[in-house]
């Protein structure tokens, strides 16, 4: 084999090597970006989801802490009252209800099945905990029995 041959072969095989390399340098670096991002997406959900979670747990604390309220007056919940005579009192349960209900709704968008599940529980415990309370201190016909508005409070904490 003469000098020539030997010169073009070890070329090739030294192109042939580069290109490889390059290849093999190419797909480490996308692998380590598409691993960077992933890291990154799980970072930004878990913070979304913390923070969701907190706010739904810091909208019902504040529904019940409101519900609990031994000076509540709900008489302005009243079917007779005009609907646009809307007091403080309903103005203020009108909007921690709303409060929980967007909670629940960030909470299921942002977790996973179970805990979107167990955040619309929630949700429903708070409302039928509200309607009670609601139907109790506004003196209605409907309202519960001091029992079953005890274990709705009590379905309403193990919910939270």
Do not use: C
Not at 25 to 49: E, G, I, P, V, Y
């Amino acid at each position: 084999m003469d000098a020539g041959l030997a010169a073009v072969i070890a070329g090739a095989s030294g192109a042939g090597g580069a290109a490889l390399a390059a290849f093999g340098t190419s797909f480490a670096m996308l692998r380590q970006a598409k691993m960077q991002r992933d890291s990154a997406h799980r970072l930004w959900l878990h913070n979304h989801q913390q923070q969701a979670f907190e706010e739904l747990l810091m909208a019902v604390r504040r529904l019940k802490d409101f519900l609990a309220s031994p000076n509540l007056a709900l008489a302005t919940l009243r079917p007779e009252a005009a609907p646009n005579d809307l007091g403080p009192y309903t103005e203020e349960l009108q909007s921690l209800s709303a409060a929980v209900a967007a909670g629940v709704t960030r909470v299921s968008l942002l977790a996973d099945l179970e805990l979107g599940s167990l955040a619309f529980t929630l949700g429903s415990a708070m409302g039928d905990l509200t309607r009670a309370e609601a139907r109790k201190r506004g003196s209605l016909p409907t309202a519960p029995t001091d029992e079953a508005l005890a274990q709705l409070w009590d379905a309403a904490h193990t919910a939270s």
